[in-house]
């Protein structure tokens, strides 16, 4: 398959998704494209101050290069030299109302090449989310809908990402999950190009599909400051996660990448307080003790 | 010198910040004693709320092992196996009003023993100062402070030690000072342990007096809403900084150190905008025109 097909499916993705969240906020993105110095570039498109999306940004990105450098490519050094082109979407949404929950989603392509012999390939990405109060219906909808959309692929394909997942999205340094999670995968090809691609592209299309019933569920809670509080509060954790523990975000800052496209995923805002503890009883309290621990939300 | 004489300065220095700070804001520091699992321990200092310091964190930390890890040591393999230990104080203070500025101080000692050979020894810290708005005499005041101090130990510390701020205090993926600098070192043992120890004080004991008349001078200055906002935003670079490129915390966070503990430096809050840039010929826009370069700020 060519570069131009895939573009054109993640390009279309990128489209998709800013028509069903214009609509849903009533706001408009704004639109900025970008080149990178040495080769390829991008779309960043992303809303601030909306009526339900505080800070939402969808990322297309498109780089390659001549040349794989060794550090992006220590766990195949077979691969350091080749000519490389990396392509994929990546979003995140951080709505205002704390009853609505923060989602990423990414899907991505690598390719090396080098004359004479087969293209080395893989795709990753998922998606996961992270309230700020938990509901056990929006954990198992959005589980679900991952799951419906792997299974085509493999029994195994749901409960591996699903786990990954949950390792992956983790701040070791809060013994804590960034959130309630969903499915996340990366360096596969094992179901060759095309399934690969075409499981890559079911989890790209199932995204507004896992995300929009939770919006419409949630986006008209009546919600004070102290939600809002809690939620700034534990944005910060998000922030932690993304550049202590992100290795897409740290890769992309310490080797020249476009800073205000990677920090899209930022929040609008973040606060710390010290050694802070909800309530107990409190359903702050419950979102740690009953979402932010790896839990199963599919039944088997 | 026994390490009860370097622990007893570091104490005292922790108690004389915190009894000045806590005349300048009128509010008490909280009071948290820490150990740690595999050695040692600290006393973590904290005032959030404060009529004056929105947040402001001093730490002291005495820390040790009976085997120096390799990755502890990587610039100095022939520690690795060693006994260690490692002492000091950190301070950040992060004021409400956007007019006085953000402060970070650190003095540390290390120590790796093993029997039959000489320790080896040194001593790192220094001071640097963060505006949300720039003023020339301040930073003034700031540096030739730190000149002041150094001053004793040889004409060549304070601009060494001034060149080493600028370049540790500087987020590569925005091109970018932390802000106005200070002084930085690390590593230090060349004057010997009793003259390194002594250099390490002057910086420590140097602090208030380079920081207290900045922070009469600007305390009542008045500000509005858009102030905050370009503070909050400023304070975004801070948490980049911190958790991107900061060696200590980024080595405290992935090695299982006391995160409270660690992450006081943390802002109370920070908001990120995407692209933001301020109206030209605006107090902000100076901020990065006119300060947030490397610049001299002592006269020869």
């Known amino acids: 398959m060519d570069t131009a097909a895939i573009k054109s499916y993640f390009l279309d993705l990128q489209a998709r998704i800013i028509a069903a969240a214009e609509a849903a906020d009533g706001g408009s993105f704004r639109h900025d494209e970008w080149q990178r110095p040495a080769g390829g570039g991008g779309i960043s ?11 939402a940004g969808v990322g297309f990105s498109h780089v390659m290069g001549d040349k794989l450098p060794p550090s992006a490519s220590a766990h195949r050094p077979e691969l350091a030299g080749r000519a490389w082109e990396a392509m994929g979407v990546s979003l995140v949404f951080h709505p205002r109302n704390p009853y609505v929950p923060t989602v990423h989603m990414n899907v991505r392509m690598f390719r090396a090449h080098q004359d004479g012999e087969a293209d080395v390939f893989w795709f990753g990405g998922g ?7 938990g509901f056990a219906e929006d954990a198992r909808h959005f589980h679900q809908t991952c799951a419906d959309a ?7 394909k749901y409960p591996r990402f699903k786990q990954w997942c949950d390792a992956y999205f983790f701040l070791k340094h809060r013994n804590e999950p960034r959130g309630i999670g969903g499915v996340f995968f990366d360096d596969f ?11 890559t592209r079911a989890v790209g299309d199932a ?5 929009l ?10 919600f004070g400051q102290n939600e809002r509080d809690w939620q700034a509060y534990r944005r910060g954790r998000y ?5 202590v523990w992100d290795r897409g975000t740290l890769f992309g800052l310490q080797s020249g990448g476009r800073t205000e496209s990677i920090l899209m995923s930022m929040p609008p805002q973040a606060n710390w307080r010290y050694d802070y503890q909800p309530q107990a009883g409190s ?8 979402f932010l621990a790896a839990r199963d939300w599919v039944s088997a």
């Open 239 to 243: 922030v932690e996660f993304n550049l």
């Open 189 to 199: 090809s094992e179901l060759g190009f095309e399934q690969s691609f075409a499981m």
């Open 127 to 133: 998606m996961d989310l992270t309230p700020y109060y």
């Open 283 to 290: 359903p702050e309290a419950a979102l740690l003790s009953d």
């Open 213 to 222: 019933p939770i919006l419409a569920r949630r986006r008209d809670m009546s």
């Open 207 to 211: 995204f507004l599909g896992a995300y």
């Open 45 to 55: 498109r992303l809303l601030e101050g909306g009526a339900l999306f505080e800070r």
């Open 150 to 156: 792997l299974a085509p692929f493999g029994d195994d």
